[in-house]
């Protein structure tokens, strides 16, 4: 399917590896020039490399930490314009609710909800402007169901949600689609980390713990980058215009719900 973007202009968050990667093969698959960004220089260079070699697009590289304002204005500044914005952040930590300060929750709203406010703020009136645009937010299949040791995420995610909810239909006159997709466990480096923490916990291997959780998934393995970076970019494309304010849960079916 040709999905209609070829030339658009995109920003990638966290794209260095995992889901962000996974969303920015795909729009440059589709022929979408990109921006993407990470904390890390010599990891977003390398990718942005390998993402233009293969692909024929152009990939322009930001070592940024986009939860920060110092970090935003830089990516900003190289991107100019986007017509697709994918928003990312890594999650924070998990932990026991009792444990939690102010100080955690601000750290995670900021990280997890704020950041993608602030883009979406600096970047969708000039796709309304123009006529034509999409936002998709990674969040968490938390904002469905809640994941007990997530709390942080659990909370900041759902915020961002709720600002999605309404902010996603007073744009969609004028051409924007803004969404949100939610992954289900995907094999990623956060996967393996809250794997390698069940591990610890229980006194198993990390493969014995990978194996207990993947024996809850319907499909019976984690999903991949490649999967949801597919997703990504049909909810980016000219066919997704009637794609407004919507979760779409990517997990497998692990969450056993009607609606």
């Known amino acids: ?116 406010v602030a883009l979406m703020q600096a970047l969708v009136p000039g796709m309304m402007d123009r006529g034509w645009g999409r936002v998709v937010n990674i969040t968490s299949g938390s904002v469905r169901a809640p994941i007990a040791i997530l709390g942080l995420s659990n909370t900041a995610r759902t915020g961002l949600t709720g600002f999605v909810a309404g902010m996603s239909r007073q744009v969609a006159g004028k051409g924007v689609c803004v969404n949100n997709l939610l992954p289900g466990i995907h094999a990623t480096d956060r996967a393996d980390s809250l794997d390698g923490g069940v591990a610890k916990t229980k006194g198993i291997t990390v493969d014995e713990a990978r194996a207990q959780r993947q024996a809850t998934i319907p499909t019976g393995s984690y999903g991949t980058a490649a999967d949801f970076g597919a997703t990504c970019a049909f909810l980016c494309s000219q066919q997704a215009r009637f794609i407004v304010g919507q979760n779409v849960l990517l997990d497998g079916g692990a969450l056993n719900v009607t609606i």
């Open 1 to 116: 399917m040709d999905l209609g973007i070829k030339g658009k202009r995109g920003l990638v968050c966290a794209a260095s590896k995992g889901l962000g990667r996974g969303c920015a093969e795909a729009l440059a698959a589709a022929g979408v020039n990109l921006v993407i960004n990470s904390r890390t220089e010599a990891e977003i260079t390398r990718t942005a490399h390998e993402i233009a070699e293969t692909y024929g697009v152009e990939v322009i590289p930001v070592a940024a930490d986009i939860t920060t304002a110092e970090g935003r204005a830089r990516v900003l500044d190289a991107v100019g314009h986007a017509d697709i914005l994918v928003t990312n952040a890594g999650g924070p930590p998990p932990g026991n609710w009792q444990d939690w300060s102010r100080d955690d929750f601000i750290r995670a709203i900021d990280a997890n909800m704020l950041s993608a």
